[in-house]
């Protein structure tokens, strides 16, 4: 039928490429990034100042 949906797009989340939709998607990254860099940098700082000897 002229219109209808395929039974894959019922559940395949279809995004618009545009401007709005890529900056949220690299502000999402950007975040993970930076946290994860934040966790490893602090886990390198900490262990250089235990004293474990």
Known sequence: ??????PWEAVAPIRPDT????ARRFLD???EALAATLIIAGGVFAYGYLPLA
């Open 1 to 6: 039928m002229p219109g209808a949906i395929e």
């Open 19 to 22: 401007a709005h939709v890529r």
């Open 29 to 31: 990254l950007a975040g």
